[in-house]
């Protein structure tokens, strides 16, 4: 299959200067003396993507997303390497990008479509489904710079999406719609994938990734990390996110144990550090107890035992940690709670409610607790807390205590309304005789 875009060894180098005015010594020294560092953007990258393909770039904050998008559609041009392109693209890079503020949205659609090479008369042609699309009524006819960030973005994808582009290259703007015209957007990038646009995508919308791209290219810090399949490249982004740069670096070497992997057993022990090390922890946590108790460690693992904070929709996931007794406790009890951003309680439970029943336990006893389930909740954000506590003498008491010790992000490609997923299983027939 002919390629749309080819990406050969690109590098993307910037000069970092201390202070302002070591850019002007460095511009008049007689001996072209260097005042700068170089900070590399980008370290020699190369991919490929097939026409028709839909291909995504994901990566952390600052791993390059966003540079080889702009070098890509000419925007910005490489230090070295090549870029080559065959078919005329439409981008939809930066909010507003292109569009004159001064200029109401009818005239920067025409002028924007004058600068990707079509007439006039083309652009009125078109001009009706892009307003359509966009829906932001009268507006149109008003200066983009009264516009809300929700307009903009309505309009420039409006613009980029409905005049039929061969390659269609889109970055993180779609996450400022509302969800309504994100899905609007979405079902009109699948159309016009069907009909043999390559698209290449930008997003830290995991579902999304997983469920529109053939291929999916992984960056990290400016440099290429691997490409492949939509779900194994999430599953290595996804040990970036945790710091298991070890675990990544065997993973590409093709060295892990895939065994372990196959039977969701967590591939970590104690010689290795600990479980939390290798996960995002909340250093603000708020905990307390009167420290009977000790909860020395904690994980969370995904359905392959990956150590992460990312879970996937759907999956079985556990929860596990680890407490450390200093005293004698009759009959301790684990607990774990999952919170939304605002801070209320939307699942948990605890040894108690599932009838594990923990025999007295004294000084130096250790315990580990797995809570495995299934991860029903939408894709978004979320907070784990967790505890040992019990009750004596008929009071609560809390021996130790995590508040909002770890972030969870659930990615998903399907979500529903609610906190959680019902999981419906859905039928519909056609009633003959109507």
Known sequence: MENAITVKDVTK??????????????SLHPRHREYHRKFYALNSISFDVKKGETVGI????????????????????????????????????????GFNSEYTGIEN?????????????????????????????????????TYSSGMFVRLAFALAIN????????????????????????RRMEEIRKKGTTILMVTHDMGSIIKYCDKVVLLNRGNFVAEGA??????????????????LAEEL???????????????????????????????????????????????????????????????????????????RIQ?????????DKKGTDLSGTNTMFEGTDIR?????????????????????EYLLSMSCTGFEQGEHVVYHRLYDVANITVISNKNTVGVYDMESEVEARKIEGN
């Open 109 to 145: 659609i025409y002028m924007n479509g004058t600068m990707m090479g079509f007439s006039r008369k083309e652009m009125e042609a078109r001009l009706q489904d892009i307003l359509d699309f966009a829906d932001i009524g009268d507006f149109v006819y008003q200066p983009v710079k």
């Open 253 to 327: 070497a093709g060295t892990n144990d895939r065994q372990g992997e196959r039977s969701g057993k967590p591939k970590h022990d104690n010689a290795r550090g600990l479980m939390k090390e290798k996960l995002t922890i909340n250093s603000n946590r708020t905990e307390y107890g009167d420290g009977r108790a000790e909860i020395y460690d904690l994980g969370l693992f995904d359905s392959r035992g990956n150590l992460t904070n990312l879970l996937m929709k759907g999956e079985n996931f556990t929860i596990r940690e680890k407490i450390r007794f200093h005293a």
């Open 13 to 26: 180098i910037y000069k970092m200067y201390d202070k302002p005015i070591d850019r002007l010594k460095e």
């Open 163 to 186: 005049v039929e582009p061969e390659i269609l290259i889109v970055d993180e703007a779609l996450s400022v719609g509302d969800v309504f015209f994100q899905s609007k957007c979405y």
């Open 58 to 97: 994901i990566g952390t904050n600052g791993s390059g997303k966003s540079t080889i998008l702009k070098i890509i559609t000419g925007v910005l041009s490489p230090t070295s390497g090549t870029v080559e392109v065959e078919g005329n693209i439409s981008a939809l890079l930066e909010l507003g990008a």
């Open 331 to 339: 009959s301790p009890i684990f607990t774990y709670t999952i919170k």
């Open 230 to 247: 939509p779900g194994h490249m999430v599953d290595l982004y996804k040990k970036i996110l945790a710091n298991q740069m070890d675990s």
């Open 360 to 380: 007295p336990v004294g000084p130096g006893d250790e315990y580990e607790v797995s809570f495995t389930q299934k991860m029903t909740l939408q894709g978004g």
